[in-house]
């Protein structure tokens, strides 16, 4: 498949059921609201939604239950958006870009950077819980909605960038460095995969291999995210490159060097493919999605 | 009933069970977990999960949900306290002090206060959303989260506290304080009374009696949270006194004097007690609840 297609349609989509979903910046509320479409809108992958897609229809086999997924998608997105405007306020990494715009306290100031944040985050949940149109199972939409809420909250990517500011600075073992991944950036892509299997009925098994797929894609996403903030300009990102090893950031590369770094990626993307085994012609944009990672370069 | 007893009791019991469903702070994620439990623990009257409990309790008659009610009540509080740590932050009302203790930021930083907050409100809906010990209808359930959602978003309790921070130092309409106040505080306490109804079984008359009732007791929640500003010294208080002034920000007291605004608060608990009409003997703590709000003086 040309993943470059795929994904340019799959972002569309995503884009436009965001903007289906998300409030309108109008009443009392919308400047409130405007700060938080601001980001919601400025651009992104759309990596999380589009996985969740991807998983859910490797599950049923087609895409008939795009109406189910799409919403889960979209909150996964405003929870991705929220932690990126938190992680770029002044007291945490202090980012004046993001997407090559300037970053959300720039444009609204602090106080409004953080309410905005704060609102995309409580708006997932909202939209999580919405009087279901499509017909989900009550039972697997709280399901969907703890995953999700797990992965997002202490012990998932807000405890990793609890863990991520309190080292800063500070020489840690490997061992802490990969607890930082897998929770700040880990949890909630293979919350991702798992919520979009969850609302396609996947079972325990389907559900476990599906976990293992979206661990080792979310550890070479963040391995591949440390290295492009070594190798690229600030251009190519389309925020700071060299920030990391300016904050004394622990990161792949600093432990292990770039080819070897870049061993490890692969590394995980194999593990990756190998979770998905026995899943067939379904599997193929889970696989291309895979492959995709370790070779984009911002 | 003798108010200050039966608050004190059920004090208790929320934080008994606050303390039972909390995180523990150990492991890897041990600092954070222990910066949300600071805020969680340090106090507070604990109002929204009691009005979450007597409510429950009004609709079945008695105590025997309490096992389902509790999560609930605990998730209120959970939010409650990520929206007054986010609120005393430096970007924000910059508060050093709450309940008479140093506030979050003050102890544990500012980037790690952002981030304790992120972490209680993610935890809310992880609690909310729990497999179900005590059998909670899926459905009502999710009515439940969605409720508690709708009223701490954009729309609710955040975007209150936005319009609060737009508005400062500028000359408001009344309607705009209006609006602040049943948003960034009545949301929530009318979904903590609606919250516990709904896990209760109530029909949709009694969601829209307790709807009404928690309409009410918010808004004289506020208007005498505005009258203490003004009046109590900041010993009382446990926080800045006199604060609302000196920030410019508009209050009932600025808008109508002292005499008018308590009279106000009384109509507004009036009103409350209306809406219990033909509720009976389960509904006297919803009731004595309501009349406590205008005598408090902290």
Redesign the interface.
Known sequence: MDIKKYLQSQRRLVEQALEEFM?RAEG??K???A??RYSLFVGGKRVRPILCLAAGRTICGDDSLDDQLLPVACALECIHT?SLI?DD?P??DDDALRRGKPTNHMVF????A??????L???A??L?????AGGLD??A???V??TI??A????GM??G???D??FEGRNIEFDDLK?IHR?KTGALITASVQAGALVAGATEDQLQALGSYGNNIGLAFQIVDDLLNVLSTTEQLGKAAGSDAERGKATYPAFFGVEKTRQLAREAVERALGALDGMGEPAEPLRALARYIVERNR
Request: aromatic share 8%; hydrophobic share 45%.
């Open positions: 409030l009392d509320f400047d409130h609201v700060a938080m929220y938190h306020l007291a945490m100031g602090e106080a409004q953080i309410l905005a944040g704060d609102g985050l409580t708006f949940f909202e999580l819980s919405r009087p279901s009550p039972e939409r709280i399901q909605i703890h809420a797990r997002a909250g202490p012990l807000v405890g960038q609890a863990l500011i309190a607890t929770s």
